[in-house]
């Protein structure tokens, strides 16, 4: 997906869709692309500069083909019929706010995992006693993607909080829900541990938050690790210390 911006990116999806009229697929291109803009923009408040955050909220969507795919599969004839007379964002909304159809479902909490996990109504939220850093950290795990998307730290008593969500590459995926439990952090002599949070979420996405973990003071980084069934890796996030003025 390198050096692909949202023009494109919403061109390929739009190639898909097979099922729909021309001008169907470019309220879908138009509603899409009105996402990665909005993404874009909440990475920029975190601090990218716009180039860069354009690139990872392209990334971000996964294969345009595969949401193509995804969504042409969904525009059956019979709902095709039925909303010739209405606008595709009617379509989409439907798409994601509909929860009698289990694939449709999963797509909005897909899509809220990748663009706004902090406002799904799944997400954890903070403990007050952490100051919360947003970040925008990926890494595949197989056919899901783990993302942390913020990052707390309590200068008092020295430990921080980890904010994470699971979502599928599909966006009509189920995601494996015992990611989460599988994540390790390492202390401050070295050893991996498992620390205590929460997690909840529904097929679509699913959410944890990790607290309690010690870091010394000044510390840059808090390193999170994984390792299960084959797959392992380690990242690192990092921790800001110095107040903002």
């Given at each position: ?102 694939g449709i479902y999963f797509f909005g909490g897909n899509l809220s995992a990748r663009w706004n996990p902090e406002g799904s109504p799944n997400a954890i939220r903070s403990h007050e006693e952490y100051e ?114």
């Amino acid at each position: 997906m390198t050096g692909v911006n949202r023009e494109e990116f919403c061109a390929r999806v739009e190639r898909c869709l097979r099922r729909a009229t021309a001008a169907e697929r470019e309220s879908i291109g138009a509603e899409i692309a009105a996402h990665l803009e909005d993404h874009a923009s909440a990475l920029e408040e975190a601090g990218y500069d716009p180039a860069e955050a354009e690139v990872r909220a392209v990334e971000a969507m996964g294969e345009p083909e595969k949401i193509g795919k995804a969504l042409n599969e969904q525009l059956s004839g019979f709902w095709l019929a039925l909303s010739r007379g209405s606008t595709v964002a009617i379509v989409l909304g439907w798409l994601l706010l509909c929860n009698t159809l289990p694939g449709i479902y999963f797509f909005g909490g897909n899509l809220s995992a990748r663009w706004n996990p902090e406002g799904s109504p799944n997400a954890i939220r903070s403990h007050e006693e952490y100051e919360v850093q947003p970040v925008d950290l990926r890494v595949r795990v197989k056919s899901d993607v783990l993302r942390v998307y913020q990052v707390g730290l309590d200068r008092f008593e020295h430990q921080a909080e980890v904010a994470v969500c699971v979502y599928d590459q599909s966006p009509f995926g189920r995601v494996d829900t015992g990611i989460i439990h599988s994540l390790r952090f390492q202390a401050p002599d070295g050893s991996w541990e498992r620390y205590g949070g929460g997690s909840g979420g529904n097929d679509g996405a699913w959410y944890g938050q990790i607290s309690g973990i010690p870091v010394e003071p000044g510390q840059k980084f808090v390193t999170m690790g994984y390792d299960r069934y084959g797959e392992k890796f380690t990242l690192e996030i990092p921790l800001k210390w110095e107040a903002e003025e």
